[in-house]
Nanobody, 111 residues
C-alpha cells in the first residue's frame, strides 16, 4: 500500500518561512520523481515543483527563487523549503508521485 504523508504546514506571516515534508512508503522511493502541488481556496490545484529521481528540480514561475525542493532517499522523504512567503501562497500543499497523492497540509500566510 502506497502512502504519502505531508507535514510541516501552519500559519506564518508574510516574508516568513516553512519547510514541508512528505514521507513516502510502499514504493521504491529512490526510483520515482516527486512533485508538490497546491490548491488555494476556490482555485484549481496547480503544480509547484518537481524533483526527479536523479535530483533535478523544476519550479513553477510563481515560486521560482523562493521555494526549494529536495529529497533524502535514505529517509524516503521529500522536502519543500518555502521562503519569502506571500499571502498568495496560502493553500493546501500536496505531494505526489506516479498516481499517488498525499492528503495535504495547510499553509496559511497572513498578517
Amino acid at each position: 500500500q502506497v502512502q504519502l504523508v505531508e507535514s510541516g504546514g501552519g500559519s506564518v506571516q508574510p516574508g516568513g518561512s516553512l519547510r514541508l515534508s512528505c514521507v513516502v512508503s510502499g514504493i521504491s522511493f529512490s526510483r520515482y520523481s516527486m512533485a508538490w502541488y497546491r490548491q488555494a481556496p476556490g482555485k484549481e490545484r496547480e503544480w509547484v515543483a518537481t524533483v526527479t529521481d536523479g535530483g533535478i528540480t523544476n519550479y513553477a514561475e510563481s515560486v521560482k527563487g523562493r521555494f526549494t525542493t529536495s529529497r533524502d532517499n535514505a529517509k524516503n522523504t521529500v522536502y519543500l523549503q518555502m521562503n519569502s512567503l506571500k499571502p498568495d501562497d496560502t493553500a493546501v500543499y500536496y505531494c505526489k508521485t506516479s498516481i499517488y497523492w498525499g492528503k495535504g497540509t495547510l499553509v496559511t500566510v497572513s498578517s
